[in-house]
C-alpha cells in the first residue's frame, strides 16, 4: 500500500514547468470540489504546496519557485505554509528557500508562521535565528511574535523559558505593554499553569496597570482547575481595588460552578444575575446549556436554551455546538441530528466544530457510515473536513476493526485536502497491533518513518513498540531501517539487538 505521500519524482528542470502551475491543476491536483474554479492564487496555492511536499531536490525546488513568472505575495506564501502546516519541516523549507528569493521579500506574518511551526517542532536554534532576522531586516518581532513563542514554550512544558522570554522582550527591540502582559498570563492560565501566572500577575500588576481584562483571566485560570473559591477571591480584590466586575467575569464564575459540579451553585449564582438585572448575552445562556447538559440534565439544558429568544436573546452557532455536543453524550445521537436539522432550517451555517461533534457523536452510536455522509455534507456548507474530523473516524473505523476503511480515509487526507497530524500517526500506529499480522506491522513501520519525515517525534514506547513488533514478526530488515531513525529522535531508550 502506497502511503501519504506521492511517489517522488525529480521536478522537470525546463524553463516551461510553471505552466504547470497555473492551468486547472491536473498534476498538482487535490481532491477539493471546486479546485477547478478556485481563484488563480489558490489553484498556485494547492499546486505549489503539493509541489515543495512531492520535491526531492532543493535546488530544482528553488529554480522552479524562483520563475518570474509566479507573483509572489504574503496571502500566497500564508495559504501555501498553512497547507503544509502538518508537514512543517516541508513548510520551513519552503520559507527558508524564498527568503533567498532575488526580489519577493517576506512578510511579518510568514515570519510568525514560520517561528510557530519551528516552535512547534522545539527547533528553538530555527527559532532564535529567525527571532534575529526579523530584527536586522526591521520586520519585528511584534508582540504576536512573542505571544507565539511563549505559547509554544508553555506547551512543551517550559514555563519558565516562556516568562523569561516574555521578561526579555525589550532586548529584541519590542517593549512589553500591558497587551502583552495579559497575552503571557492568558498562555499559562490556558495551559493550567495558574499558579505561575498568579505569581507573575502580583509580582507585575503594578507595573503594567492591571486592569478587567487581566482579573478576568487569572479568575478563568482559576476555574478551568476547578478552583472556583480562588476565582471568587480575585473577584473580590478586583473590587476592592477600584475595578467592576463586567459580564465576562460573571459568565467566569458561572462556568467555574459548572465545572466543579457545583450545579445548585451555578442556578443560584445565575439567578442573582437575573435579580440584579444584568444584561446576560449569548454565553451566559451558552454556559448554562452545557453546564446542565453535561451533568445529563438535558431537560433544563433545552428549557434554557428554549428560554434565549423570550429574554431577547438568539443562539448563536457555539450556542447549538453545545447543545449538540451534550445530546450526543447524554441524551442520543438521534436528537442531536435533529437539532442539527433544526440549526440548518433557521438559516444556521453549522462549522467544523458543529459537524466534528455530530460525527463523533454518530460514530459513538456506532453510525459509521452515518457519520461519512455528514462528513461528505461538509463541502456543502463550505466547511472541508479537517484533520480532527478525519481522526475522529479513523479512530472509530479502527475500533470496530475496519483498518482498512482507516487507512483509505488516512490516503485520502493525502491527496491534498487536510494534512494528517501526530494523533492521526498514533491513532493508525495504535491500530496497527491489533491484528498482529506482519503486514500491519511493516504497515506501522511504514507510518513511523513518514511521521518522522514530516517532523512529529514518536513517543518512546511508540518506538519500542513498532520495533519489537517488527523484530518478533520477523521483519528484520525493516527493523534495521526503522532503527536509522534513532539520531533523528534524540537516541533510543534501550539497546536493540538485530
Not at 508553555?154 to 516568562?163: E, Q, R, T
Request: with cysteine; proline share 5%.
Amino acid at each position: 500500500m502506497s502511503f501519504l505521500l506521492p511517489k517522488r519524482t525529480p521536478l522537470p528542470s525546463n524553463t516551461s514547468f510553471h505552466l504547470l502551475l497555473f492551468r486547472p491543476p491536473t498534476h498538482f491536483s487535490t481532491s477539493t470540489a471546486n479546485s477547478s474554479t478556485a481563484p488563480p492564487q489558490e489553484t498556485a496555492a494547492v499546486a505549489i504546496s503539493n509541489l515543495v511536499l512531492t520535491s526531492t531536490d532543493r535546488d530544482t525546488l528553488s529554480q522552479v519557485l524562483f520563475s518570474p513568472s509566479i507573483t509572489w505575495t504574503p496571502h500566497l506564501v500564508d495559504t501555501i505554509i498553512k497547507r503544509l502546516w502538518n508537514h512543517g519541516p516541508k513548510a520551513l523549507q519552503f520559507f527558508h528557500i524564498l527568503l533567498r528569493h532575488p526580489i519577493y521579500r517576506h512578510s511579518s506574518s510568514s515570519f510568525d508562521h514560520a517561528i510557530d511551526i519551528a516552535a512547534r517542532l522545539r527547533d528553538y536554534k530555527i527559532v532564535s535565528s529567525l527571532l534575529h532576522r526579523m530584527r536586522s531586516i526591521r520586520l519585528g518581532p511584534s508582540p504576536r511574535t512573542f505571544a507565539i513563542v511563549t505559547e509554544r514554550y508553555v506547551a512543551a512544558g517550559k514555563p519558565d523559558k516562556a516568562v523569561n522570554l516574555f521578561l526579555s522582550m525589550h532586548k529584541h527591540g519590542c517593549f512589553q505593554d500591558l497587551h502583552s502582559f495579559n497575552s503571557m498570563l492568558d498562555v499559562l492560565c490556558k495551559a493550567r499553569r495558574v499558579e505561575k501566572a498568579y505569581n507573575l500577575f502580583k509580582a507585575l500588576r503594578g507595573k503594567f496597570k492591571a486592569d478587567i481584562v487581566s482579573y478576568n483571566i487569572i479568575a478563568n485560570g482559576w476555574c478551568l482547575i476547578k478552583r472556583t473559591p480562588k476565582a471568587l477571591e480575585v473577584l473580590k480584590e478586583m473590587v476592592e481595588r477600584g475595578l467592576s466586575p463586567n459580564l465576562t467575569t460573571y459568565n467566569t464564575i458561572l462556568n467555574g460552578y459548572f465545572r466543579t459540579g457545583q450545579i445548585k451553585e451555578a442556578w443560584e449564582f445565575y439567578l442573582e444575575m437575573k435579580k440584579r438585572k444584568f444584561e446576560m448575552d449569548v454565553v451566559t445562556y451558552t454556559t448554562m446549556v452545557h453546564g446542565f447538559g453535561v451533568v445529563g440534565e438535558i431537560k433544563r439544558a433545552r428549557n434554557v436554551f428554549d428560554s434565549m429568544v423570550k429574554e431577547g436573546v438568539l443562539p448563536s452557532v457555539p450556542t447549538y455546538n453545545a447543545f449538540i455536543q451534550v445530546l450526543c453524550k447524554k441524551d442520543s445521537a438521534e436528537n442531536a441530528v435533529l437539532v442539527f436539522e433544526e440549526m440548518a432550517s433557521k438559516g444556521y451555517v453549522p462549522n467544523s466544530t458543529t459537524y466534528n461533534v455530530l460525527i463523533r457523536g454518530l460514530c459513538h452510536a456506532g453510525q459509521l457510515r452515518r457519520a461519512v455522509e455528514f462528513m461528505e455534507r461538509m463541502k456543502d456548507d463550505e466547511c472541508e473536513p479537517n484533520v480532527q474530523t478525519y481522526n475522529i473516524v479513523i479512530r472509530y473505523h479502527c475500533d470496530a476493526g475496519e483498518i482498512e476503511k482507516g487507512l483509505e480515509l488516512f490516503e485520502k487526507m493525502g491527496s491534498g485536502e487536510c494534512l494528517p497530524n501526530l494523533d492521526t500517526y498514533n491513532i493508525l500506529i495504535s491500530a496497527m497491533f491489533v491484528r498482529k499480522k506482519s503486514d500491519d506491522l511493516s504497515t506501522a513501520g511504514k507510518l513511523l518513518i513518514e511521521m518522522v519525515d514530516r517532523g512529529f517525534m514518536p513517543q518512546r514506547l511508540t518506538f519500542n513498540r513498532v520495533m519489537d513488533g517488527l523484530l518478533l514478526t520477523g521483519n528484520q530488515d525493516f527493523a534495521k531501517q526503522t532503527l536509522r531513525l534513532q539520531s533523528r529522535c534524540g537516541g533510543l531508550p534501550r539497546q536493540f539487538k538485530l
